[in-house]
């Protein structure tokens, strides 16, 4: 058998930590109930289709996309934060040059949305939607206010903790990620059913920001930092991982 | 060295705040050449009640088979204006639609040339982490050997197939089913 890696196949992206994922099915988070498939995932070894993804450009973003206190005439409601944080792979490579989109609810818990019927005020100085792209190092940084806890209809007196949604696309189509951050000393963390459908705690703690002194503006901003990990990337193809047969 | 990757969180339902201002349901365009097609699809959840917060995107090859990306170094031609990457809600209805080209094909496992096909992430409330499909063509010669086809069962593969819809040429219907009689085949990628 030959001991060179064969040319055809290529190094895949690693799968997930057992226990950092949450399970599709989840019962406490009533909607996942209908919406969950019931066959297992088909497994599928990467090929081209898997380890390329849309690669986006500067040229997609405005001028105030990342700071979302500038997006209308007046500033909106709220106590001022600076986000930021790194985005690395899971070989602890920086993941340079990725779009990186938030949206979250205005100071108050509401969205500018139709099918959010909360009774609490809409902000007309605040859309809560940011885009930005990650530099050379993988760091990115968002100006945006502290979002509100809002009430939901999942369960009995069920509230979501304050929370900033992520979208990010990393290199390829398998390192495609949505996530939510959350906040330090949230009290809500412990009963909130998406946290809670992740098995392993210490990757539900790592969906929770931390307070950055670093990144706080005196007089202006307090600041919280949240890294976000992609997968990494397999040295080598798998089939080179197979047992030699002699 | 290796971190543990970021846990995945559902889109919630106001997923379109933050994540229409990059809809692109028209993948074509002018000097992009190939087949124009439409693809357009309900996805319905256990009870068969379409979704309507749903949010789809797609990732292929152009005409030739080659990706817009710096890893694909075949010597195939790129277009410029061509991305591949497509994103649209599902509506009222919970219908999704795309215009686009049909994809060449591409190398997968073994070095075997993949049948033309299309890549598609769904998001939506309700769902923890997004799923992962692909649409087929029906009637493409290349299918029957494709590898990825052969590793899903005989009797689920017909839900990768894209449908013809009568009486429109270059038309075609890819219904989503989560959960239950017919359910869709998703991968883990």
Redesign the interface.
Known sequence: MSTKP????VAGYR???RG?????L?PP???????????P????????????????GFD?LKANDHDLTKQHAGDPIGERIVVSGRV?????RPVINTLV???Q?NAAGR???Q??QHNAPTDPNF?????TQTDSEGRYRFVTIRPGEYPWRNHYNAWRPAHI?F?LFGPA??T?????MYFPGDPLLDYDP?VT??P?E???R??VSVFDWETTIPEQALGYRFD?????RDETPMENYLPARS | MSLQTTSSQTVGPYLHIGLTWLINADLTGPGITGDTITIEGCITDGDGKPVTDALVEIWQANAAGRYAHPEDTRNLPLEAGFRGFGRAPTDEAGMFRFTTIKPGRVPGEGGVLQAPHVNVTIFMRGMLAHLCSRIYFPDDPANAADPVLARVAADRRSTLFAQPIAGQPSALVWNVRLQGAGETVFFDV
Do not use: C
């Not at chain 1, 950092?20 to 599709?24: E, G, K, M």
């Not at chain 1, 988070?29 to 066959?39: E, Q």
């Not at chain 1, 081209?48 to 849309?54: A, K, M, R």
């Open positions: 064969a040319t055809t196949s799968r997930n930590d950092t994922q949450p399970d599709l989840y988070y009533a909607s996942t109930v209908k919406r969950a498939p019931s066959h995932l088909v497994l599928l070894p990467a090929s081209l289709s898997e380890v390329t993804g849309p690669v986006f997609v690395l792979d899971a070989n602890g989109e938030v949206w609810a969205y500018p949305h099918r959010d859309t809560g939607a940011g885009r949604h979208s189509f398998s495609r990620l949505v996530t939510q998406m459908s992740i392993d210490r990757a539900r790592r969906l976000i990990i992609l997968r990494g």
